[in-house]
């Protein structure tokens, strides 16, 4: 729904501020943080490690850390909790260095086959309520989203737009 006098997208704001919620209640606990020295910006990103795009897109995270842009991953398994990805990711998980063994997911390194209690099956859940539809599924602060994989300098400019309104 469009508010014709101001040319606001009602429908949308609505979406975002729904996505804003769904995004603050995902624990710290429940997600893989790549960090910059510097935060400018912020993004959640709900991958999986049997994704080609999440592979490109974590290809090109060094990037967005060298222009302060925080990446909050997300692991689920898009093909639901049946699925070897999901098997990698609660090994990705229950390693020790969860970022290392995240690393070499993506690079098509093996991994050790680990469990242990983790959110992973719980992040299917929040990937339906969000109506993630597809990987890499990239969220900004203001409830914006960025569907599918798109390059690093994307990213980073759709970032400053977003801050400059």
């Not at 790549?34 to 995270?61: G, W």
């Not at 609660?90 to 690079?107: G, H, M, P, R, T």
Request: aromatic share 10%; with cysteine.
């Amino acid at each position: 729904m469009i508010d014709f006098k101001t040319g606001k997208n009602l429908t949308e704001n609505r979406l975002k501020d729904e996505r804003i919620k769904y995004l603050s209640e995902i624990s710290d606990k429940n997600i893989i943080v790549y960090k910059p020295e510097k935060t400018k910006y912020i993004v959640t990103v709900f991958t999986d490690t049997s994704c080609p795009y999440c592979q490109k897109l974590h290809n090109e995270v060094r990037e967005l850390l060298l222009n302060d842009v925080e990446v909050r991953y997300v692991l689920f398994s898009r093909n639901g909790n049946d699925d070897n990805a999901y098997n990698d990711m609660v090994s990705i998980w229950c390693s020790e260095d969860q970022k290392k063994a995240l690393d070499k997911a993506f690079n098509n390194d093996f991994l050790e086959t680990k469990t242990c209690i983790n959110p992973i099956a719980d992040n299917y859940l929040v990937a339906r309520d969000l109506k993630v539809n597809g990987t890499p599924m990239i969220y900004m602060e203001d409830g914006s989203v960025i569907p599918g994989y798109v390059s690093s300098d994307k990213i980073i400019d759709a970032l400053a737009k977003v801050a400059a309104q």
